[in-house]
């Protein structure tokens, strides 16, 4: 019944609250049981909340969907809109080239989508503390929810500052809103979160590995100590989560971005994707909208978020990871077994796509499928914890310089390269933003660490980047609706 009263309760802040949010899933999507079995765990047992998280987890692809390459990828150096020249010209003038509209579709699905799922997290929460549920279960469950919660805060901290705190079950539409809180009390609040959550979550789950986890509670801790420039606390929980020897590289590059890396030993957090024996598919639009803009064979997708000719130029020789990132027109797909790309520019509109959101044919034939329907989206995998302890032990002195190498160098070998030459704090931060840039390319990474580096306006000033463009206006609807509660970003 609980279940049933949080949908009923999501369904009317839809409709009343927020504008209608367009996704690819079908409306009884938050009644089906997650993508895939959750075996009864005999040391945690099937929590009170079991079900209400369920729906939880469905509901990400609210946050899964094509908003995140926008807000994450294109507004870097490394992206640029893609498709053809008219074909989303709007949301490319809007994060392309930094002329940010607070009214803009994309700026509004992205902040519901994650309110969305922070009301559902917070119902799972409160029912576990009114109903006083103690068992271990129902304690992993609110670890769960908590996890899940303060990813969406971390992510709308990140791209918006200060934004509404609101941990209330949604009664009635007036629930949904408040005044803007400060970063600083976000971040106490997502730390808070972290902290139960990492106490509360087993390591893994049996039979789910899509599930929260301890182990994903201290990454997103630790990358929030991070861009707090909490060097020490970041390098520390780092070294947790590497000690623990739970997470590994995947030695093969194509794996990380193929239907077999889905959830592999690299993954620490994935928002789900499958398609069912009778080819039904429960996903969003994230990677199809990546896929090659062609006719054909080359139907992929929509094909926006293609690699820039900068990125192109910043592999180093001999990396491995060029051919995994960049799938180029007139050039052969590097065995995917698709053959030659048609030729740039007479066919197809752009020189480079994006080889992450790419298949094998195999897989495309199997399952009658053109686009990507099966890769999950991943969120945070275990390289970013490496490189984020080489980041943060050199800061913070707490690494020595042999320790820091060896963790830059685990990335490089993987990609085929000789170990770094870089010697000395400020060589060693340079090699590592080279590898970050390299390793995470069209993975949403890139522009948020020009902003916390303080890169961004030296990097981004010929995209038309200015210091305000850090932070995107909060939508003009949350503000509207809100009746002047919410106010607008400095400088919107």
């Not at 839809?14 to 765990?41: H, K, T």
């Not at 917070?122 to 009114?130: F, G, L, R, S």
């Not at 971390?154 to 539409?173: H, K, N, Q, S």
């Not at 001999?318 to 790309?341: I, M, P």
């Amino acid at each position: 019944m609980k279940n049933i009263k949080l949908i009923k309760k999501l369904k009317i802040f839809s409709l009343v609250a927020l504008l209608a949010i367009p996704f690819s899933c079908q409306d009884d999507f938050l009644d089906r049981l997650p993508l895939g079995e959750v075996a009864n765990n005999e040391e945690l047992g099937v929590g009170g909340q079991e079900a209400a998280m369920f729906g939880v987890y469905s509901l990400l692809n609210r946050v899964g969907g094509w908003e995140r390459f926008w807000f994450g990828s294109i507004r870097s150096d490394d992206s640029q809109k893609g498709s053809t020249t008219g074909d989303g010209a709007a949301f490319g003038n809007a994060f392309n080239d930094f002329q940010y509209i607070p009214t803009i579709g994309l700026n509004t699905t992205w902040w519901n989508g994650h309110y969305e799922v922070i009301f559902a997290c917070n119902e799972v929460i409160n029912n576990i503390e009114e109903e006083g549920l103690a068992d271990s279960g129902s304690i992993a469950n609110d670890g769960e929810a908590r996890a899940i919660r303060a990813l969406m805060y971390f992510e709308l901290r990140r791209d918006y500052g200060e934004v509404p705190i609101i941990t209330a079950t949604i009664d009635v539409p007036s629930d949904a809103f408040a005044p803007k809180s400060t970063i600083a009390a976000i971040d106490t609040f997502i730390k808070n979160d972290l902290l139960i959550a990492e106490a509360n979550l087993p390591q893994s789950w049996t039979g789910f590995p899509g599930r929260s986890s301890s182990g994903f509670a201290k990454s997103l801790l630790a990358k929030l100590y991070l861009y707090q420039n909490d060097w020490p606390n970041a390098y520390n929980k780092c070294k947790e989560i590497i000690d623990s020897q739970v997470y590994s590289l995947e030695p093969n590059l194509v794996n990380l971005f193929e239907r077999v890396g889905n959830n592999g030993v690299e993954s620490i957090f994935e928002i789900q994707q499958t398609v069912t024996e009778n080819g039904d598919s429960y996903n969003t639009n994230y990677f199809i909208s990546q896929g090659v803009r062609g006719t054909g064979d080359w139907n992929l997708g929509w094909g926006f978020n293609v690699p820039t000719s900068n990125l192109a130029n910043a592999f180093e020789a001999g990396d491995l990871r060029k051919a995994n990132t960049l799938l180029e027109s007139g050039q052969d797909d590097g065995g995917f077994g698709g053959g030659v790309l048609p030729a740039f520019p007479s066919v197809l509109a752009q020189q480079y796509w994006n080889k992450k959101a790419y298949t094998m044919k195999s897989i495309r034939t199997t399952l009658a499928i053109n686009g990507n329907r099966w890769e999950n989206i991943k969120i945070i995998r275990y390289a970013d914890i490496i490189l984020m302890a080489a980041e943060a032990g050199n800061e913070s002195g707490l690494a020595s310089q042999s320790e820091i190498v060896g963790y830059i160098n685990k990335i490089r070998s993987r990609a085929g390269l000789l170990n770094t030459t870089a010697t000395g704090q400020a060589d060693l931060r340079d090699a590592i933003k080279q590898e970050r840039r390299v390793e995470f390319a069209l993975e949403e990474y890139r522009f948020y660490d020009l902003v916390r580096w303080g890169d961004a306006s030296t990097v981004l000033s010929g995209l038309g980047y200015l210091p305000k463009h850090a932070l995107y206006p909060i939508p003009q609807d949350a503000i509207d609706q809100s009746g002047g509660v919410i106010v607008q970003n400095p400088n919107y």
